[in-house]
């Protein structure tokens, strides 16, 4: 039988925060001290660093972040991490896939739209929606089944289920990904000689 292997969606197999710099830096550009946005500079999970003319210019920060994250523009220029794609392929011969992704109600729908047309290979989506906010982490999916593997770039989500292993995505340093003593992958590459 195969083993379950649950992945999260933003920011492990797709590069969320490129796509985001993108609708922020078409957005502001014309604003007065304007600097591109550089997703490879990301590090706060608000984007205060680099997209700071949100928090400048919008009454409520977090909500447009949201609605970026909601847009269709968002969807339309996502992209995979390096080798996410196919090394995906290769990994549904030995492992049941599985994405837990956390959601808003705006965006909910369009990323299991996007997840369809464009990950086929996805055996199941589980998709949590707080409409607090806060959030219990990934705690409502338990991962309890044998030998079930969890991927995440945020150690809070990986933290609060109980998966037999566990790895942290670390694409780049962030000041959220610190909290963290277990197993790390890097790239997909990574997951690939560490999963087949
Ligand atoms: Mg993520």
Request: charged fraction near 30%.
């Given at each position: ?100 992704t956390s959601a808003f109600?705006?965006n909910a729908?369009?990323k ?15 998709i949590l929606i ?67």
């Amino acid at each position: 039988m195969k083993k379950d292997l649950y992945l999260d969606f933003d920011s492990t197999i797709v590069n969320s925060d490129k796509s985001f710099c993108r609708i922020y830096n078409t957005h502001y550009k014309d604003y007065e001290n304007f600097v591109p946005a550089d997703w490879t500079k990301h590090s706060n999970w608000a984007y205060k660093n680099i997209c700071p003319l949100i928090h400048e210019h919008e009454e409520h920060p977090i909500k447009t972040i949201q609605d970026y994250y909601g847009s269709k523009e968002f969807f339309d220029h996502l992209e995979f991490y390096d080798h996410a794609y196919d090394v995906l392929s290769k990994l549904k011969e030995k492992y049941k896939l599985i994405i837990c992704t956390s959601a808003f109600p705006m965006n909910a729908s369009k990323k299991v739209l996007w997840i369809e047309e464009h990950i086929p290979q996805v055996d199941e989506i589980i998709i949590l929606i707080d409409k607090s906010g806060n959030g219990y982490g990934k705690a409502r999916v338990a991962m309890m089944e044998d030998d079930a593997i969890f991927i995440d770039d945020h150690p809070k989500n990986l933290h609060s289920t109980n998966a037999s292993r566990k790895y942290l995505f670390k694409f780049k340093e962030t000041d959220y990904n610190g909290d963290w003593d277990g197993e790390i992958v890097s790239s997909w590459k990574e997951i690939e000689s560490l999963l087949l």
